[in-house]
């Protein structure tokens, strides 16, 4: 015992004597300028691998999307993969692909779409030249927009056939209303279908311009030929005016009320999901932070969180998390539970939430284990560079730059009265939508209702959603 | 935050899985001539290789990274293990180690500690050699390497995890002849590997017989130094890192060690074709070929990389896209001191589908394929093996694997300009030496199965 004591004190003093050390271990530093037409570069160096990644990230996505535009966001990225002024067929831009050893990708969210080459360095020149020709000079042929459309509507039902599918647009619809199709990067199946030429050469008019755009270099390059070249391509990329001049899309108004959403899944358990409206970048930048430090504090291993919900059996899955957002980012805490434990496991979650602001909820040990963790898993994240561009172009499009490059050190500010704040401006009392997806396969609820299975502490007339 | 959560501690524990060589197949493909190479062949110069406090070394230092990997390669593995104890020895062993924390730090506050850090400490067994490991961010290795010392030399052997991991291996080997994808290559490394090191697999009656004092008795007899190899990628010099080993692991004992031979089977020499009972009426054929592959240190491992991606390309072709006969026909390799091929499908056509494949093996035995179309796609295939190493738990994986299979860590960086250099007869000239002999096990209904055409390669 004594030896353990001994060698448990030598790892703490450990851990004391490398906190100050820890504190400026920062993320991989990168270059940054601006071209004169108005395209921001960053460039990352890392030689550990001999290859590049070059990414480009716009912000267009979903929260550009009224409803007769959902999901074109999606379709133009799939087009950027096939003809373009100099590669006039698809034929000839996948053979380009193969000549260059590119491994190519898109990803279309709600407040960004990614392009992006992973290509031997040798080759990085001719793939900066590749990248310019087809962000700038899309064809939009009609044959491949038939084309395409099948392609994203395939990829629609895909995600249809998963048996959560209908239950999770149902809660998403309630979390966001009449503003849906602005947090639906997939899109709508009639809005897919009656895409055109022209609705995609508005979409490049208005949100494919280069001071509407980030251009990532990252891997076994030298930042000063990256200066170098980059002008050399992507210079003939025209500005055009600020998309979001005006403000941009109104944010999502908060929600009136709580609301129960009900569906059935072929799935032997029962799945909760609970939603928040959380805090927004541009109205309560602090807040996106505080709440990344209080969703570390309630999920780790140790914390009554957790060990009330999921230790004891209730719950075979847990997790609570916030989704950093220029236009409302959603809090959401998820449940996986069995039929027969659903009435405990809602009254145990409740119970909890009644206690978040509790002043002996989580100890000063558990708040600096939050931010440790989150900060290593932050530190993680940038090693992958094929990968980390992609967490650059989030960031850059939902924070900004300076944001993330602050972030490591906003963590460490955090303050039991930041988290305080936190839960009383968007968890506690606030509404929320409860969503209950019953097991086809288990026992009907009876008298589902927000009085039953709702936060007892904010007793409302039930209404359910359709 | 940004949604979808990357945990990396299962990422390297994965990735040892994937190396371990103990049944799971990988597609991975690095440069392999066994002889001597110039840095001009390989992308990578850096690596250094040393021995400290007589711990054979290999290290390569990035200052880029903000991440540290060590793990310690410990040869023998599986085969290695003596014939009177149980065969499931080393797989408990580097589990309960790793699961435990040390007789001097608990494992609650060990685990705590890990969490807080976001270290990843785990244990995987593998047939030649096991692998104890260690991945963190440089800011806390010396923390962490205290830790992984510490388990390394110390270990606690928890009861708990030992019994709660023994009732889980226990359901698994149960339930293994369940699912007839599992038990086809279960029967398929029964019959290829008879008589060969590879081919002692545990059973229940192995895993019956674990007991705590036997786990402690086989870590003594591994844990020396004859058997390491450290291989270690991140920002940390040579110097830190060898002050580091002689303080912690000095005074581990020398021990001996001499590999085991591992020449390929006798059932790699003649074809098979084998039909196991299975317990319920299946819907469909379960069809599994092993035939011997070259190892990466061959001379003629490029030719056959470039010939198995043509192969496959054909198979999946002719037999999904052309005839639909199957789903997802696969041609694969299963690395390792010995190296075997893999064809394997789900079909009610068998002999139609084996038609398909043999004319196919026939094709690149017969015919000069294209310079050019040799040439196709090559960067691409370059760009995805580098993207498979490009962090430092991948680079130490493949570095300390190269070492152990190759004898050269060169072999652990895929080469284009080999790989480029590939021509139409040496790929003829793989398919004639390799596409032969295979051995099937086919699990379903066989009433109706031609053998002597499953023989007939």
């Not at chain 2, 945990?7 to 066994?34: D, K, Y």
């Not at chain 2, 008879?194 to 870590?219: M, T």
């Not at chain 2, 580091?244 to 591992?262: F, H, M, N, Q, R």
Request: aromatic letters at 12%.
């Amino acid at each position: 015992m004594y030896i353990r004591f001994l060698f448990s004190t030598i790892a703490t003093l450990l851990f004391y004597l490398i906190a100050p050390l820890a504190a400026t271990a920062q993320l991989p530093p990168w270059t940054r300028f601006t071209l004169d037409n108005g395209l921001e570069v960053l460039v990352v160096e890392n030689h550990l691998t001999p290859i590049a990644t070059i990414e480009i990230a716009v912000k267009n996505g979903s929260f550009t999307e009224p409803p007769e535009y959902n999901g074109l966001s999606h379709l133009y990225e799939h087009m950027f993969f096939t003809s373009n002024a100099r590669d006039t067929t698809e034929d000839n831009f996948l053979g380009r692909v193969d000549d260059l050893g590119i491994v190519y990708n898109g990803q279309t969210w709600e407040e960004q779409v990614e392009y992006f080459f992973t290509l031997p360095k040798e080759n990085l020149e001719d793939g900066l030249d590749f990248m310019a020709t087809a962000i700038t000079s899309p064809l939009f042929k009609p044959d491949e927009i038939h084309k395409q459309k099948e392609v994203v509507l395939g990829e629609f039902d895909r995600n249809e056939a998963n048996p959560f599918f209908k239950f999770n647009r149902k809660v998403e619809l309630a979390l966001w209303d009449g503003w849906i199709s602005r947090k639906e990067p997939l899109g709508e199946r009639p809005a897919i279908n009656a895409a055109t030429r022209e609705k995609l050469l508005y979409i490049k008019g208005k949100y494919y311009l280069p001071n509407n755009a980030l251009l990532i270099i990252t891997g076994d390059v030298n930042t000063g030929d990256i200066r170098r070249l980059i002008p050399k391509y992507f210079l003939r990329w025209q500005r055009g005016p600020n998309p979001f001049a005006d403000g941009g899309p109104k944010r999502v108004p908060p929600l009136a009320k709580p609301i129960l959403v009900l569906d059935t899944v072929d799935e032997p358990r029962t799945t909760v999901e609970i939603r928040w409206h959380g805090p927004s970048i541009g109205l309560d930048d602090k807040g996106t932070y505080v709440a990344d430090v209080f969703s570390f504090i309630l999920t780790q291993p140790e914390h009554q969180f957790t060990k009330a919900l999921q230790e004891s059996g209730l719950a075979q899955g847990l997790n609570f998390t916030y989704y950093t957002q220029r236009q409302v980012g959603p809090i959401k805490a998820d449940l996986i539970t069995t039929p027969d434990h659903l009435d405990s496991a809602m009254k145990v979650f409740w119970a909890q939430l009644a206690k978040f602001d509790d002043p002996n909820y989580y100890s000063d040990e558990e708040i600096e284990t939050a931010k440790s963790v989150l900060r290593t898993q932050t530190l993680l994240r940038s090693e992958k560079l094929s990968s980390f561009s992609h967490e650059l172009a989030f960031w850059w499009a939902a924070a900004g730059l300076d944001y993330y490059g602050h972030y490591l050190d906003d963590l460490s500010k955090v303050t039991r009265q930041d988290i305080a704040d936190y839960i009383h401006r968007y968890i506690k009392n606030k509404p929320y939508v409860l969503g209950i997806a019953q097991s086809k396969l288990g026992h009907v609820l009876t008298e589902p209702s927000l009085q039953k299975y709702g936060n007892p502490n904010m007793q409302t007339k039930t209404e359910v959603q359709p | 935050m940004k949604q979808g959560m990357w945990f990396r501690v299962w990422g390297i524990v994965g990735m040892l899985m994937l190396i371990s060589a103990c049944g799971t197949t990988h597609t991975t493909n690095f440069s392999s001539l066994g002889e001597k190479h110039s840095d001009e062949e390989t992308p990578v110069s850096d690596v250094q290789e040393f021995d400290a406090a007589g711990i054979h070394i290999l290290m390569r230092q990035s200052t880029a990274s903000p991440v540290v990997t060590a793990i310690l390669y410990i040869k023998g593995g599986d085969v290695a293990t003596p014939l009177d104890e149980p065969a499931s020895s080393e797989y408990f062993t580097m589990k309960i180690v790793a699961a435990s924390g040390t007789q001097r730090i608990g494992k609650d506050y060990f685990r705590k500690k890990l969490y807080r850090m976001q270290t990843g400490i785990g244990g995987e067994n593998g047939r030649d050699y096991s692998a104890l490991s260690l991945d963190c961010i440089r800011e806390n290795f010396d923390t962490s390497w205290a830790y992984f010392s510490d388990m390394i030399r110390h270990p606690a052997f928890d009861s708990v995890e030992f019994v709660n991991f023994k009732k889980s291996v226990l359901v698994g080997l149960s339930s293994r002849e369940d699912e007839p994808g599992a038990y086809s290559e279960l029967f398929a490394d029964s019959i290829y590997f008879v008589g060969h090191p590879y081919g002692r697999n545990y059973s229940i009656a192995d895993v019956e017989q674990e007991n705590i004092p036997l786990l402690k008795k086989h870590f003594s007899e591994i844990m020396v130094k004859k058997r390491f190899l450290l291989s270690v990628v991140g920002n940390i010099s040579r110097e830190e890192l060898t002050k580091k080993i002689e303080a912690t692991l000095a005074d581990l004992p020398d021990g001996d060690y001499k590999p085991i031979a591992v020449s390929p089977p006798k059932k790699a020499f003649s074809p098979g074709a084998y039909f196991p009972p299975f317990a319920r009426k299946l819907p469909t054929d379960y069809m599994l070929a092993y035939y011997l592959a070259p190892t990466k240190g061959d001379s003629d491992y490029y030719a056959y990389l470039r010939l198995r991606n043509f192969f496959g390309g054909f198979v999946f072709n002719h037999i999904r896209v052309v005839h639909n006969l199957a789903y997802a026909p696969n041609v694969d390799d299963r690395d390792g001191r010995t190296a075997v091929g893999t064809i394997s499908l789900q079909t009610p056509y068998v002999d139609s589908a084996v038609k398909i494949i043999y004319n196919d093996v026939d094709f690149f035995q017969q015919n000069l394929i294209r310079e050019s179309a040799i040439h196709e796609g090559i960067a691409g295939w370059a760009t995805r093996n580098y993207m498979n190493v490009e962090t430092t738990a991948e680079q130490a994986v493949s570095l300390g694997q190269a070492v152990i299979e190759t004898g050269d860590w060169h072999n652990a960086f895929f080469s284009y300009k080999k790989l480029g250099e590939v021509t139409s007869q040496q790929i003829v000239d793989a398919a004639n030496k390799y596409l032969r002999n295979f051995n099937w096990v086919i699990v379903g209904d066989t009433t109706n199965v031609d053998r002597k055409l499953l023989e007939s390669r």
